[in-house]
T-cell receptor, first 110, second 111 residues
Framework: GEDVEQSLFLSVREGDSSVINCTYT??????LYWYKQEPGAGLQLLTY?????DMKQDQRLTVLLNKKDKHLSLRIADTQTGDSAIYFC??????????FGSGTQLTVLP | KAGVTQTPRYLIKTRGQQVTLSCSPI?????VSWYQQTPGQGLQFLFE???????NKGNFPGRFSGRQFSNSRSEMNVSTLELGDSALYLC??????????FGPGTRLTVT
């Protein structure tokens, strides 16, 4: 069945780059997403990538997709304290529903 | 455009009661999906509606139901509430075959 996996925690220093990794299983996914969730809030769509793309850059965010290995990563350049949050990877598979990873808690240290 | 809105934002109910949550999608979006978020199970898909028809359903008991109106607004209902139904319920909308946008969620607490 569909499964999305992420590491649970990541700590970085302010100003450094953060890289959050994700693996997925549904090769029929059309979109792969990154969402951000701050405490007590809903999910904010950060960025997404079409399955026929290898890379997408959007200001400080870079998404890399390796379809062969079913591996997705999100790089945040010049990480700030306001980037501290939980980041979810999600795939939009054949069942027309999003399957989410368990989320990566990003902590930015001053 | 205004984002996805959900009402109420917070709700406290007692076991055995029922509850109705409301979602207004982004203007022009006809697909509305509902998700449940709990610390133990994470984010799980409940159902999706498109043009007033349920197109897809997740693995939840029949106590969870929903509907969509002609203006694309959607409601979900949970009957005979259990303690385990305490969760953040998130609604998402999308144009057909485009990216999904989520609302702020409704925090349901069952006591």
């Amino acid at each position: 069945g569909e499964d999305v996996e992420q590491s649970l925690f990541l700590s970085v220093r302010e100003g450094d780059s953060s890289v959050i990794n994700c693996t997925y299983t549904d090769s029929s996914s059309t979109y792969l997403y990154w969402y951000k969730q701050e405490p007590g809030a809903g999910l904010q769509l950060l960025t997404y990538i079409f399955s026929n793309m290898d890379m997408k850059q959007d200001q400080r965010l870079t998404v890399l997709l390796n379809k062969k290995d079913k591996h997705l990563s999100l790089r945040i350049a010049d990480t700030q304290t306001g980037d501290s949050a939980i980041y979810f990877c999600a795939e939009d598979g054949s069942a027309r529903q999003l399957t989410f990873g368990s989320g990566t808690q990003l902590t930015v240290l001053p | 455009k205004a984002g996805v809105t959900q009402t109420p934002r917070y709700l406290i109910k007692t076991r055995g009661q029922q509850v109705t949550l409301s979602c207004s999608p982004i203007s022009g979006h006809r697909s509305v999906s509902w998700y449940q978020q709990t610390p133990g199970q994470g984010l799980q898909f409940l159902f999706e509606y498109f043009s007033e028809t349920q197109r897809n359903k997740g693995n939840f008991p029949g106590r969870f139901s929903g509907r969509q109106f002609s203006n694309s607004r959607s409601e979900m209902n949970v009957s005979t509430l259990e303690l385990g139904d305490s969760a953040l319920y998130l609604c998402a909308s999308r144009e057909e075959n485009y990216e999904q946008y989520f609302g702020p969620g409704t925090r349901l607490t069952v006591t």
